[in-house]
């Protein structure tokens, strides 16, 4: 007879696949564009959390040994699943795409950890939406994927809520160190085309592993100059990094395979608010006027573009 206690293990783990499975059920039924900007709205989240760890760190260890460290860190956390899968499941079907790809990310990676310790997350993050730009630029052009005017729209009204955000920081405190953020974007703009095209071919989850791997390869030589021995804190807020790097990146991956990378952008543009409320609890960073003049501008794009790739997409879907 098996006792009452020792059942509701097995029946927590019955309602918590039904669960998982309802929910699937219910994400299925949504159209690919809410779908792709749901994961992107997720990723964001994440991501503004990754970059307060990182930050942190950054203020007291060499840039370029972060980033080593960062994504040496999530290639281990991705072994297990390489344990569990099997190393064909990971093996990419375009390797010189891949490798393109790594190399691309890590020069964006160069430029976006220089600047880091010396700008505010809110305005990291600002400077960070003219990438939607390029990404839309290089996705009608090199893609093949159609621009919508109402996404155009959408995006120039977004950028001018960041120019409101950037435009005094050039002679405030970040400087020549806003410019160096500012000339990360269209690179990882490029990174994220090449992503993109090879989620055709390969899974989130082998683009994730070998971004990881490629850009721990590639940050070897200033990782290991710049070295200095990091304390066990520090080897903590890296490992948490480095799930967090993984998760994020594989919420962007699915969306770029859920919908036009396109139709996806306007939705990085709340990030501003996520990394303003954690540069305010980590840093005590005060966003300036600006900020939140921009920031609006920037919320009431987002929302007037969902509501648009909604009705488009309730009359495109068959009945």
Known sequence: MVRARDAWPGRWRYAGALAHRRLRFRASRLPAVWRGMLWV??????????NTILRSIALSLDPFQTLFVRYLLGTVVMLPLLWRYGWRT?????????????????AALMLWFT??????????????????????????????????????????????GVLVVVLPQIDGQGGWYTLVMLAAAPVFAASYLLSKSLSRVDSPGVLVFWQ?????????????FYWTAPTPLQWLGFLAAGLLGSLSHYCLMRSFRAADISSTQSLRFLDLIWSSIMGWLAFSDVP??????????????????????????RLTTPA
């Open 41 to 50: 709205a997720l990723s964001g989240v994440v991501f503004s959390l990754l």
């Open 90 to 106: 990971y093996m990419p079907r375009n390797p010189r795409g891949q490798l393109w790809r790594g190399v691309v990310h890590t």
């Open 115 to 160: 600047a880091l310790p010396h700008i505010t997350l809110a305005d990291t993050t600002a400077i960070g939406f003219t990438g939607p730009i390029f990404i839309m630029l290089g996705a009608a052009w090199f893609l093949g994927e159609k621009m919508q005017w109402d996404r155009w729209v959408a995006a120039l009204i977004g950028f001018s």
């Open 212 to 224: 990881s791997i490629w850009v721990t390869v590639l940050g070897i030589p200033l990782g290991l």
């Open 288 to 313: 300036s006027r600006y900020t939140y003049m921009g920031a609006l501008v920037i919320v009431l794009s987002t929302v007037w573009i969902a509501q648009r790739e909604h009705r488009l997409a």
